[in-house]
């Protein structure tokens, strides 16, 4: 009976049943636990495999990507440049060409007389701006004084003979002109005639004829029209390698047919051949007058002959030996 009690009392004790109670609790806390240990290590797991790839990645920033960005840049940098450099601001820079007498839009060079409007008002395609100022056929020519300290030849005459010209179609805002330089120089009593071949071009934007070195000396010709006409430029002979100047003045065109203004020899083969066909016409006309009239006398048609002669040509016609046209053949000649 006393036992009994007593293990009644036992089992309905406190102390018993938390003690039951804390076993369980015990189980789920490390069921709990092992959860999250198995979590917390997939997690880790999950983490190195993402720093494994961030390293990759940075790997491939490093070695791909930064020297690509690299390259990339300069060649933005670059095109900047040329954005610029084709839609300048008006600085005054010969390298850019206004549109108007404001100032308030240029363009580059390259892009006059292209074919396509970059101005805004079409200036840079007008017709008065796209002439050539030196087509095949031009002739300039100018006297210098033969003691210049930049030639090696020290001319008295320069001439530039444009042969030929053409423009490319990738680069219509030139002209590329072929040519010829004939320098003049006086050796003594005789002169001494040099021909020099050379290409080069002419510039839209610049009114300007350029000719590359001919020789050794690496002296190139530069000749800037004013804009206003095209009767004479500004010439420069200028050092290649630093387009310093050499020497300084001024080639004048020559018409069609017009001789040399500066050149002695052709000026007296132009007025020899003028007062040849001057002595021609008036030969014929005396023949005329004689067939329409007669010869009444030899000696008085030779008389009348050489006295219009000298009245047309005054002291300068002298008459040699020989007879007159109604005769036998006269000599002639004029100083």
Known sequence: MWLLLVCGVLFSSPVWSEQGRYGRRGQDVDYERAKIDNRLHGLNNSIEEQFGRVKEMQHYWETVIQPTRRKYMIYQKYLMHMVDKLAPLCDGSKEHFSCD??????????????????????????????????????ILEANLRGDDDCTKRKPTLFRVVITGTHRISWMPSRVHVAASILLLTQKGERPSLDTLATTGYYSFAKKQLVLLPAEDDRLGVV??????????????????????????????????????????????????????????????EHTSHSDAHGHH???????????????????????????????????????
């Open 223 to 284: 000749c800037t029209f004013d804009g206003h006409t095209d009767a004479l430029c500004t010439a420069r002979i200028v050092h290649e390698a630093t387009l310093d100047t050499c020497l300084k003045f001024y080639l004048v065109k020559r018409k069609p047919g017009e001789p040399s203004k500066f050149d002695p020899v052709e000026q007296h083969e132009h007025q020899t051949h003028h007062k040849k066909k001057d002595h021609k016409k008036h030969d014929k």
């Open 101 to 138: 007498t404001h100032g308030s839009q240029c363009i580059s060079n390259i892009l006059v007389c292209d074919g396509t409007p970059d101005c805004r008002n079409g200036y840079d395609e007008d017709p008065e701006v796209c002439v050539v100022y030196t087509p095949a056929g031009t």
């Open 297 to 335: 006398h030899k000696d008085q048609g030779d008389k009348e002959h050489d006295e219009h002669h000298d009245e047309h040509h005054g002291d300068k016609a002298t008459l040699h030996e020989g007879k007159s046209k109604h005769g036998h053949h006269v000599k002639r000649s004029y100083d």
